[in-house]
């Protein structure tokens, strides 16, 4: 049996971060990963000296007044970070012959909006308006010290979802489309995003993007150096199998190896229909268990990665999402980090879309390395279908290839724990908002759910995440005030 103050499950992004918070206080914490490495889904990969990305891209909300700089400024890794700013544009969004430039901020990507339809200013003001008072309600979004913020579950906030704004709003089938596309940040369709994580996710990243010299490691190592700093004991290919609960309180965790550890606090970062799962006794009702194991999942994702012989010379380093009209998906993202990094890096490109998950959990149980035929021709079809859309966009890709590599949802699945591989956790959707989601407090005195699942996903949303989890053990207005105290943020 191992004494810790305080264990966490799961040292993907948000597991990382509470990790550094708890240590930074003094607690004695214990990190249990089941991977050989940290970073869950900001993890790079790399297939004969060519490192990719599993999906980071660009990260958001890192003006001095804005929650990723405060946040990561307080548990100081935010001047250990690569960051890298765009020289103009970081997006562009492209559908039929229609083309739109993202500016990397979010009052003129609206300005932007308005001078390029003019006939729809009103509608686009009113969607502004909405946006920001979203994102101003929540307390650890905003982190103005001096403002008073009702509690969460008292926010009288819109419940409908973006593709029923976009309906009854606007005209134009161009801007419809545009704005509708970016409900993928969460996950889901339009008509599945509620227009409050649809805003939460939306700013967070519109609100001065950045991107990282190495990709996601450019997070996530100096996240790990940091927790080690600080102590913490990281226990890698420890995946956790069991959580013993007496009298509603967690009384011990056990991982595969079969090591027992004990602590007063538990924070899950996975995926939370598979803590629910480990949960032994009756600590938990079964009416609240089938309520969260019977929760749908957000969309998977099928990343394409190549290796290419040259760089582009067609396409600017900058990211792209491409409409489609494809039965397998609505769109997909491409981007090539060499572009960014031209001098440095070997040149690369990569892909990936939001899909239905079930055909590929069909190969559940099958081992990496030796699936079944069907699997790999699944694997091959979509992979055809992204090489095929992607050419049409950007022709000299085709006579550019090396070498093709793919990820399906099992493969996420196989990697991060997230149930049905999918790609933002529990489908941040309608009929699953608010109250109606997994919340912090998992109805076990000493058990805190946390990560992606929870509150909004991206890595903005899960730091977020992680705060206002921790906040529920050190004290909300004492994490708060040393998170928005000037002297810590300059
Ligand atoms: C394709 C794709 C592209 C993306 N691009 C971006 C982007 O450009 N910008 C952005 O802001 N966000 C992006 N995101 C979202 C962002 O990467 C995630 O929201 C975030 O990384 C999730 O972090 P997490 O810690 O909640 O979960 P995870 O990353 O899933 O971490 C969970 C960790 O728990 C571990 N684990 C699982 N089960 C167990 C167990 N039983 N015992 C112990 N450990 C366990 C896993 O190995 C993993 O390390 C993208 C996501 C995807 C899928």
């Given amino acids: 049996m191992q004494n810790f103050d305080q264990i966490i499950i799961g040292a993907g992004l948000s597991g990382l971060v509470q990790a550094a918070i708890l240590a930074q206080e003094g607690f004695k914490v214990c990190l249990l990963e089941s991977s050989p490495i940290p970073g869950g889904y900001l993890q790079t990969f790399s297939r004969k000296g060519y490192k990719f990305d599993v999906g980071f891209h660009y990260m958001g909300s890192t003006n001095i007044d804005r929650p990723l700089y405060k946040l990561f400024k307080n548990i100081q890794i935010f001047d250990r970070l690569p960051i890298c700013h765009y020289e103009g544009d970081f997006y562009q969004v492209v559908w039929n012959d229609h083309r739109f430039s993202i500016p ?16 729809e200013k009103e509608a686009i003001d009113r969607f502004y308006k909405i946006a920001n008072s979203i994102t101003t309600s929540f307390r650890w979004y905003d982190l103005q010290p001096e403002q008073s913020y009702a509690p969460p579950q008292s926010l009288s906030l819109p419940t409908y979802s973006i593709g029923q704004w976009l309906e009854e709003n606007i005209h134009d089938e161009w801007l419809k489309r545009l704005l509708g596309a970016f409900s993928f940040h969460t996950g889901a369709g339009a ?31 100096p996240l790990y150096q940091r927790v080690k700093e600080l102590g913490v004991d990281v226990r890698f290919q420890s995946p956790v199998t069991k959580i013993q609960c007496e009298e509603k309180k967690v009384q011990s965790v056990h991982t595969k190896k079969g090591e027992t550890f004990c602590s007063p606090w538990v924070i899950s970062t996975i995926h939370p229909k598979q803590t629910i799962q480990m949960i032994e006794g009756n600590a938990l009702s079964r009416i609240f268990k089938d309520h969260i194991l019977d929760m749908k999942e957000s969309r998977g994702s099928f990343g394409v990665y190549l290796s290419l012989k040259k760089n582009l010379s067609t396409i600017n380093p900058i990211n792209y999402l491409y409409l489609v009209d494809n039965p397998l998906y609505e769109g997909f993202y491409f981007h090539s980090p060499s572009l960014l990094n031209r001098d440095q890096e070997k040149p690369r490109c990569s892909m990936f879309c939001f899909i239905d998950s079930k055909p590929f959990m069909e190969f559940r149980g099958s081992k990496r390395g030796n699936r079944p035929q069907a699997y790999l021709d699944l694997k091959q079809k979509y992979a055809n279908a992204l090489l095929g859309d992607i050419k049409k966009f950007i022709p000299e890709i085709e006579q550019n290839i090396l070498d093709i590599y793919t990820s399906s949802p099992l493969t996420n699945e196989e990697y991060t724990g997230s149930i049905d591989g999918s790609a933002m956790g529990i489908a941040h959707n309608i009929e699953q908002q608010g109250i109606h989601r997994p919340q912090t407090f998992s109805r076990i005195k000493n058990l805190i759910f946390s990560g992606q699942s929870i509150y909004i996903p991206g890595i903005c949303g899960v730091i977020i995440n992680a705060f206002y989890s921790i906040a529920n053990i050190l004290g909300e207005n004492y994490l708060f005030d040393k998170v928005t105290r000037k002297e810590h943020i300059l």
């Fill in 104 to 119: 990397p901020s979010f009052p003129e990507f609206i300005e932007k909006l308005q001078q390029t339809f003019p006939g």
């Fill in 191 to 221: 008509y599945e995003s509620p227009i409050v994580d649809y805003c939460l996710c939306l700013k967070s990243i519109f609100d001065r993007p950045v991107w990282l010299q190495s990709g996601g490691d450019g997070i996530v190592q």
